[in-house]
């Protein structure tokens, strides 16, 4: 079970970018899944998460702006980032806090490996 991250790269001030996440493995269901980031010199962040029944919650800073949503058929999370500003630039991280398996037994706190977001002109 691993997740994958998709979609990052650079983008101009005031634009968009969306990145996914794939849950990839023998999985059944997903429970909650969230993004994550990380600047240089700073701790990670929580910035949007989404609950299996499809309720959402966004840090103050994005709010407005950015946009998650899951895809429980495809194991597969969205973050669509609009109004970009320098200080969204970061590595991007899916997470998971618990995945049920094929075989009935449960992976918890699985992390992907990042995808970076840069914006600047």
């Known amino acids: 079970v691993q997740l994958v991250e998709s979609g990052g790269g650079l983008v101009q001030p005031g634009g968009s970018l969306r990145v996914s996440c794939v849950a990839s493995?023998?999985?059944?269901?997903?429970?909650?899944l969230g993004w994550y980031r990380q600047a240089p010199g700073k701790e990670r962040e929580l910035v949007a998460l989404?609950?299996?029944?499809?309720?959402?919650d966004y840090t103050d800073s994005v709010k407005e702006r950015f946009s998650i949503s899951r895809d429980n058929a495809k194991n597969t999370v969205y973050l669509q980032m609009s109004s970009l500003k320098p200080e969204d630039t970061a590595v991007y991280y899916c997470?998971?806090?618990?995945?049920?398996?094929?075989?009935?037994?449960?992976?918890?706190?699985?992390w992907g490996q990042g995808t970076q977001v840069t914006v600047s002109s």
């Open positions: 997470h998971a806090d618990r995945i049920l398996t094929m075989t009935h037994t449960y992976e918890y706190n699985v």
């Open positions: 493995g023998s999985i059944a269901s997903t429970n909650v």
């Open positions: 989404i609950r299996r029944d499809g309720t959402t």
